[in-house]
């Protein structure tokens, strides 16, 4: 379901349409969906708005033997380094979520390969953040 909003930037309102996704639904989007968009904020010349689709950036991005992160937040710790080795269980990093930090934990036991976010980095759900072979 799309939804409209108005939201402010810099002092600026634009009037926005958001595609409502609800947890544990399907999503499937036409190109259509999230072509660029045009609107005119109130006491202004029109503003061009592109709307990524997070859910196919990052679920295409994720490959064999990469741990996501869970929810979408800042990195604020990065617990291991490529080349580490590491069990099942261990914590990898620190993600803070609506002011919670979580740890995310490895899946599985093995060599962490790629590191792919540091400390201060923002991040969508679903997003590899490093790998382990």
Known sequence: MTRLFK?????REYDV???EVTPGTTQTASSAAFAPTESVPSGGAPASVRVPNPVAATASAATAGDEVAQMGGVIVQVNV????????GD??????AMKMKNH??????GTVTRVLVAAGDVVEGGQPVLTIQ
């Open 81 to 88: 380094k490529v080349g580490q080795t590491v069990a099942a």
């Open 91 to 96: 914590s990898l990093l620190v993600l803070e």
């Open 17 to 19: 349409a958001v595609l």
């Open 104 to 109: 995310l934990l490895a899946s599985r036991a």
């Open 7 to 11: 939201i402010t930037v810099n002092g």
